[in-house]
């Protein structure tokens, strides 16, 4: 079945950066486009990134502004999301997501938490 782990979440200061990965297993990993999404407390899960299946094309949502940064390794089954300049209203459950936007399968999600 889909296993999604994400991880490298943690409790940062606002401008601060944060890597997170995410190894992702039971289904053809190279032949999906995949996806992060978060979700604030008491909110709806908000699509971040997408990115196609060779990893040519990546789509952010407008409050990136260029602070972060989507791969993939398609060697290693693994996505990630290269998270600069945090601010406050980033803090949210960080998932990552199978398919394009959200709607496919998530993991069990990494906490982002900024404060000061």
């Known amino acids: 079945q889909v296993q999604l782990v994400e991880s490298g979440g943690g409790l940062v200061q606002p401008g601060g950066s944060l890597a997170l990965s995410c190894a992702a297993s039971?289904?053809?990993?190279?032949?999906?486009?995949m996806s992060w999404v978060r979700q604030k407390p008491g909110k709806r899960l908000e699509w971040v990134s997408s990115i196609t299946m060779d990893g040519s094309y990546l789509k952010y949502a407008n409050f990136v502004k260029d602070r972060f940064t989507m791969s993939r390794d398609k060697s290693v089954n693994m996505l990630y999301l290269q998270l600069k300049d945090l601010a406050l209203e980033d803090t949210a459950m960080y998932y990552c997501?199978?398919?394009w936007g959200i709607g496919g399968n998530l993991g069990r999600g990494t906490q982002v938490t900024v404060s000061s």
């Open positions: 039971g289904f053809d990993f190279r032949s999906t486009a």
């Open positions: 997501a199978e398919g």
